[in-house]
């Protein structure tokens, strides 16, 4: 299984930028999806997910700005961020929760991808 992210860039603050991920190879199913930034010195941490049902969380540097949304039949995820602030320049990084059997759930990560943020 492959995930492949695409979208980031370089953008002032206040901009927009949409990310995608889109998973590839053998794949039953997909559970939860979701997005993580790790910033430099900083901890990866949490930006948002959503499972399979449409539920969503976001976490707290997210609420209110960005927004997560997928699109099953394309095994894809996308993270819409708005308003774009300086401190959410970080790599961005994709996961995923697939069925690769019958019966086994595996964790996937994407490669990442740079978002910078001008101030």
């Known amino acids: 299984v492959q995930l492949v992210e695409s979208g980031g860039g370089l953008v002032q603050a206040g901009g927009s930028l949409r990310l995608s991920c889109a998973a590839s190879?053998?794949?039953?199913?997909?559970?939860?999806m979701g997005w993580h930034r790790q910033a430099p010195g900083k901890q990866r941490e949490l930006v948002a997910s959503?499972?399979?049902?449409?539920?969503?969380n976001y976490g707290d540097s997210a609420k209110g700005r960005f927004t997560i949304s997928r699109d099953n039949a394309k095994n894809t995820v996308y993270l819409q961020m708005n308003s774009l602030k300086p401190e959410d320049t970080a790599v961005y990084y994709c996961?995923?929760?697939?069925?690769?059997?019958?019966?086994?759930?595996?964790?996937?990560w994407g490669q990442g991808t740079q978002v910078t943020v001008s101030s």
């Open positions: 959503i499972t399979s049902g449409g539920r969503t």
């Open positions: 996961n995923f929760q697939v069925l690769t059997t019958k019966v086994q759930w595996d964790i996937y």
């Open positions: 190879g053998s794949i039953f199913g997909i559970n939860f």
